[in-house]
């Protein structure tokens, strides 16, 4: 895999991640914490605490990233995960 193979990929995977991660750890809203900023919507949070939000993105990603390169690495497949095969379509491959 080409550096900058690499690079894009692990940029697609962080902003995935991020995503998923933007919604945990909201304790309240600005409407809640009664100090809305003019211009933002109420349901604004109130602390958004988004360096922490980077930090746990990028610990994420660099853990899914580090899992992805292992499996290219070794010559992972599909072919490698045992499927779970019903038992009629097992007997009728005998």
């Not at 690079?7 to 945990?24: Q, R």
């Not at 930090?55 to 992805?68: D, E």
Request: proline content about 7%.
């Amino acid at each position: 895999m080409s550096v900058t193979l690499s690079i894009a990929l692990f940029f697609m995977i962080w902003w995935i991640v991020l995503f998923g991660i933007l919604p945990f750890g909201i304790k309240r809203s600005q409407e809640e914490a009664g100090d809305v900023i003019p211009g933002t919507a109420e349901s604004a949070p109130d602390q958004p605490l988004l360096w922490r939000v980077i930090i746990l993105t990028t610990v994420v990603t660099c853990i899914l990233f580090g899992a992805y390169s292992w499996m290219r690495a070794s010559d992972f497949s599909l072919d490698d995960i045992p499927f779970f095969v019903p038992p009629s379509l097992s007997s009728e491959k005998h």
